[in-house]
């Protein structure tokens, strides 16, 4: 299974998890079976609007399962959701340990992103 | 006659001055060009007595002549299409209306529909017809909103069209119709700043202008002088006061409360209209 | 490192009168104004020089080689923005092209390439301050990609312990949305005007999808008591704090015309806008301040 990070460069000894994910420069693909991972370019980030659409059709088309994101926006969340890919948030901005954590199951579902004012991050 | 009232800066008192110069002509038609942030409905307290939505046209897909080639999606330049689990999705957020995604599929399988992306009210508020457009805050391009407003304008009228602020594409879609812009300028160092801006935009759209001089000290200040040095007319100029922002904030307008701005707004007016009829 | 959004919602609200008195009381060296369509910060900022200029190429638009084209008009009848002006050649209209395809996919004889413009000029100062700013084309407004660009030029390391601070743009739409990615704190400056209050609940809306504290303060907060204590309810009603309120006060229109920060002059807005600061240091748990600085 493939899991999918948003990250900074295409450096992959030196990866950190992008605060973004339509935004993200490039992705880190990691597959759990072959423990090898490669990075693949979000050519999406140029856009001016719709980044985050066209970063997860990327994401859908390397046949990820889990994404493991700080956030992504509603509408590339929607994509994710309808291809069957659930998104996970980080505990730290690396993407390795992230992916430890995930196998772990100590990661939490993203499971919408404008969740409301009865549910606002703490202070 | 259409003038648009413009300035490059949020704040500087393009609705105050459309609202004020509509309401001083009589029977104006005031038009609020300003469709992601509306504020003119808040001072003139309409009677809406038509609304007409407006729609873009959005492509539908249909699944059973779909041979999932994906060219839409990968035609699609603005991102609105992605193909998942066998399926195209369709975020409409994102699409410009452009027709692409229809005239590139082989099976003929998408045809199009309306979308609503917004609407326009029509009334009145007294004597002064009113127009304004409002969209939707998930939609992304107000120029459709505008072109419909733009279409509803009866010829033969004073007609006063309050812009978004900035120069963005709305801004411009606004000023192409105008016969005559008329840019409002902060007298401050940032107003000027945007000032200029704005200037640049009349100039870049062969549109005649002047300038109203807003929040303007005892001195003369940088948009004045910039005015002087560029020869650009200054039909007016509106002193700072501490209690026009009360009023303002209440919703009231100006020319029918004090006598200080019925003069000014009338003076500007009439330099107008001899100007320009 | 800390990242410190000032937004508004509303044009004119004080946005950067704030965003200036934090960056002296912090003595920040990092800052980015993504206010694209109206930048008014570098006009505080002092000892600015040598910017360095990049073009920021938004979306391709359309260009017809007329040498191929035979005047068929199918991109001109296609074309859904007017685009297309038919005078002895047909020529695109930049300025209202929206860069979508049709017209290259009708073309029967390939007449139509796309070419990046630049649609805004990026600027980046690095001296004692690294500043990042831009100006977009006329025509050409703000976009989550100029914005995000802007950002990035500020090129901050996340383990170092600056504090960012970023001017905002107003609205609601993709350039706010994509300053509020990846900062930490964001101050909402509001009016109380009954437009203002509008676009306050709005821009709340938008922060609330995003991971990051948000405080509103209330700016010529005397110009109208009534909506002032109806933000500070709606506030107490959102659970966010409401930091404080900064009076009408003619000092800040002459230190902005000058250049100054507020926090230069002894007077009530400057005091409002220092108390506003420390309530926030405190939230955040942090101190930047350079202690000459007060």
């Given at each position: ?123 | ?175 192409k119709a105008a016969d005559y812009c008329i840019i409002v300028g902060e007298e401050s160092a940032f107003g000027c700043h945007d000032f200029r801006i704005a200037c640049n935009l009349a100039n870049t759209m062969n549109k005649p202008y002047g300038a109203i001089i807003n929040k303007s000290g005892k001195e003369s200040g940088p948009v004045n002088a910039y005015c002087n040095l560029n020869k650009i007319k200054i039909l007016g100029k509106i002193p700072y006061n501490y209690e026009l922002g009360t009023l303002l904030s209440q919703g009231r307008i100006a020319v029918k409360e004090k006598e200080e701005y019925y003069k000014i707004f009338t003076r500007i007016y009439k330099q107008l209209k001899k100007d320009y009829s | 490192m800390t990242r410190l959004l000032i937004l508004s919602g509303k044009g004119g609200t004080g946005k950067t009168t704030v965003a200036g008195a934090f960056i002296a009381l912090s003595q920040a060296k990092r800052i980015a104004d993504c206010d694209v369509e109206s930048a008014n910060l570098h006009l505080l900022l002092p000892g600015l020089s040598a910017p360095i200029y990049r073009d920021y190429y938004g979306i391709a638009k359309a260009v017809i080689d007329s040498s191929k084209c035979i005047g068929c008009g199918k991109c001109a009848d296609n074309c859904r923005f007017d685009a297309i002006i038919v005078k002895d050649d047909y020529i695109v209209d ?201």
């Amino acid at each position: 299974m493939k899991i999918a990070c948003p990250v900074n460069s295409n450096d992959l000894n030196n990866l950190c998890l992008n605060q973004s994910f339509g935004r993200a420069p490039y992705f880190y693909i990691y597959d759990d079976e072959s423990k090898e991972g490669y990075i693949t370019k979000n050519e999406g980030m140029s856009s001016p609007h719709g980044a985050g659409i066209k970063a997860a059709q990327i994401v859908v088309d390397t046949k990820a399962k889990v994404v493991i994101a700080y956030r992504c926006g509603d509408a590339a969340l929607l994509v994710l959701k309808e291809a069957g890919i659930e998104l996970f948030g980080p505990i730290s901005n690396n993407p390795k340990d992230n992916i430890i954590a995930y196998q772990a199951g100590t990661l939490s579902v993203i499971d919408e992103i404008h969740s409301g004012h009865n549910n606002r991050p703490d202070q | 006659m259409k003038i648009a009232v413009l300035s490059g800066k949020g704040g500087a008192g393009k609705t105050f001055i459309a609202v004020n110069l509509a309401q001083i002509s009589n029977d104006a038609l005031y038009v609020d060009a300003d469709v992601e942030e509306p504020n003119g409905y808040l001072y003139f307290q309409p009677t809406i007595r038509k609304q007409i939505n407006v729609s873009i046209s959005v492509p539908r897909i249909d699944e059973e002549l779909c041979n999932l080639c994906r060219r839409c999606v990968d035609f699609c330049r603005f991102n609105a299409l992605a193909f998942v689990q066998k399926k195209i999705i369709y975020i409409s957020d994102f699409c410009h209306s452009c027709g692409g995604c229809r005239l590139v599929c082989p099976q003929n399988a998408i045809v199009e529909k309306a979308r609503v992306i917004g609407r326009i009210d029509i009334g009145y508020a007294g004597t002064i017809d009113f127009i304004s457009g409002y969209l939707n805050p998930e939609s992304i391009s107000g120029v459709p909103i505008i072109q419909k407003i733009i279409s509803q304008i009866p010829k033969k009228k004073f007609v006063i069209l309050d812009c978004a602020p900035g120069s963005g594409c709305t801004v411009v879609e606004t000023v192409k119709a105008a016969d005559y812009c008329i840019i409002v300028g902060e007298e401050s160092a940032f107003g000027c700043h945007d000032f200029r801006i704005a200037c640049n935009l009349a100039n870049t759209m062969n549109k005649p202008y002047g300038a109203i001089i807003n929040k303007s000290g005892k001195e003369s200040g940088p948009v004045n002088a910039y005015c002087n040095l560029n020869k650009i007319k200054i039909l007016g100029k509106i002193p700072y006061n501490y209690e026009l922002g009360t009023l303002l904030s209440q919703g009231r307008i100006a020319v029918k409360e004090k006598e200080e701005y019925y003069k000014i707004f009338t003076r500007i007016y009439k330099q107008l209209k001899k100007d320009y009829s | 490192m800390t990242r410190l959004l000032i937004l508004s919602g509303k044009g004119g609200t004080g946005k950067t009168t704030v965003a200036g008195a934090f960056i002296a009381l912090s003595q920040a060296k990092r800052i980015a104004d993504c206010d694209v369509e109206s930048a008014n910060l570098h006009l505080l900022l002092p000892g600015l020089s040598a910017p360095i200029y990049r073009d920021y190429y938004g979306i391709a638009k359309a260009v017809i080689d007329s040498s191929k084209c035979i005047g068929c008009g199918k991109c001109a009848d296609n074309c859904r923005f007017d685009a297309i002006i038919v005078k002895d050649d047909y020529i695109v209209d930049t300025l209202s092209c929206e860069g979508c395809g049709v017209c290259a996919l009708v073309c029967p004889n390939e007449a139509v390439t796309f070419a990046m413009m630049p649609q805004a000029k990026l600027i980046l100062y690095k001296d004692e301050i690294i500043f990042s700013m831009a100006e977009p084309h006329i025509g050409s407004g703000a976009s989550g990609l100029l914005v995000t660009e802007v950002k990035k030029q500020l090129d901050y390391a996340l383990e170092s312990k600056e504090l960012v601070i970023i001017d905002g743009s107003p609205g609601i739409g993709c350039p706010v949305k994509a300053s509020l990615v990846g900062v930490d704190f964001v101050l909402i400056v509001s009016e109380p005007s009954l437009s203002g209050f509008s676009d306050l609940k709005r821009i709340v809306v938008a922060a609330l999808g995003f991971n990051v504290i948000i405080a509103v303060c209330i700016n010529k907060y005397n110009i109208n008591l009534d909506n002032t204590r109806t933000i500070e309810e709606y506030c107490t009603k959102m659970n966010i704090p409401c930091l404080g309120r900064i009076p009408d006060d003619n000092q800040v229109r002459t230190a902005n015309d000058i250049g100054h920060f507020i926090t230069d002059y002894d007077c009530p807005a400057s005091e409002a806008i220092k108390k506003i600061y420390q309530k926030m240091i405190k939230i955040l748990g942090v101190n930047y301040e350079n202690s000459d600085s007060m």
